[in-house]
């Protein structure tokens, strides 16, 4: 999801991009296989590595916690000691998944962190990996955006359940800052070429419930949402943050702009999906 928004607006700056995938990619290869990642770097020899990968499913971290770590964490270190050989920029995207229980607060990057699954242990430690470079850039954010193949992204079942009036429960009690994905790759190459470096926090500079962010997406499509309930999200199995606000400014001062609204970034959505359905 991510990687393919990444792709496309690194094309339209006119950087050259080379994908690193276990498929459908310009170079093949597990970031878990050490070898394989070292022989990557010798071959491509870049200037710049956004890592877009991640097990981000928080049932299965839980359940699985090796795989977790070997991707969510020890790849990231992995990365970062190849950056600092090739004297490459290393540019990790993280979670907002370290906050719970105080609302609709916005946490900016020195607030205290909490870790109420492995899916958060391990991001977290992803972090501390990369920030090891001088040069690294780690960005907290929650996204959202279109793959249009595999599993549903959120934002894909989000627009289906609505534009069909599904069934679904909507959370009051979750709050998130959570930015489009075109957004949040046109903030990363603006950081990135500005040469920041450190821990900034990219997301919307508003924070919402999930309930909210369903209803902007059901006002941008024009439809009623008749069969949707409120519910909480402690009703759900795992654990998950549910004060997920991220306090942008640190980000903005740099940008030198504001990073987008709800509003905003589901129009953009909105625009999108239009524009694959025509398709």
């Known amino acids: 999801m991510l ?23 310009d170079v093949l290869v597990d970031l878990t296989d050490d070898a394989a990642l070292s022989a990557a770097f010798n071959e491509v020899r870049p200037d710049v590595v956004i890592n877009c990968a991640a097990i981000v499913d928080v049932a299965l971290c839980d359940s699985d916690p090796l795989s977790a770590w070997k991707l969510n964490a020890r790849a990231v270190g992995v990365l970062a000691e190849q950056c600092r050989r090739y004297n490459a920029q290393l540019v990790q995207v993280s979670t907002d998944h370290y906050f719970s229980g105080d609302g609709p607060e916005l946490h900016d990057e020195k607030a205290p962190v909490s870790f109420l699954n492995e899916y958060a242990r391990t991001k977290f430690a992803g972090e501390g990996f990369a920030l090891s ?7 907290r954010t929650n996204i959202i955006g279109f793959r249009g193949h595999g599993k549903p992204t ?23 800052s959570c930015i489009d994905t075109a957004s949040f790759s046109e903030a990363l190459l603006d950081l990135t070429e500005k040469n920041a470096h450190g821990l900034f926090n990219v997301a919307n500079h508003e924070v919402f419930s999930k309930q909210a962010l369903i209803e902007e997406i059901a006002q941008v499509c024009g439809k009623l949402l008749t069969r949707a309930s409120v519910g909480s999200v402690k009703q759900l199995g795992v654990r998950r ?7 942008v400014s640190r980000a903005e001062e740099v940008l ?18 239009r524009s694959e359905n025509a398709g």
């Open 3 to 25: 990687g393919e928004a990444l792709t496309s607006e690194c094309a339209s700056r006119g950087h050259d991009v080379i994908g690193l995938d276990l498929s459908d990619a």
């Open 133 to 139: 470079g001088e040069r690294s850039l780690v960005l």
């Open 154 to 176: 959120f934002a894909e079942w989000a627009f289906d359940a609505v534009e069909n009036d599904r069934t679904m429960t909507l959370f009051e009690d979750s709050f998130v």
């Open 241 to 247: 943050a549910d004060s997920c606000g991220l306090d």
């Open 256 to 273: 030198g702009y504001r990073l987008p609204s709800l509003g905003k970034a589901v129009m953009r959505l909105g625009k999108r999906r």
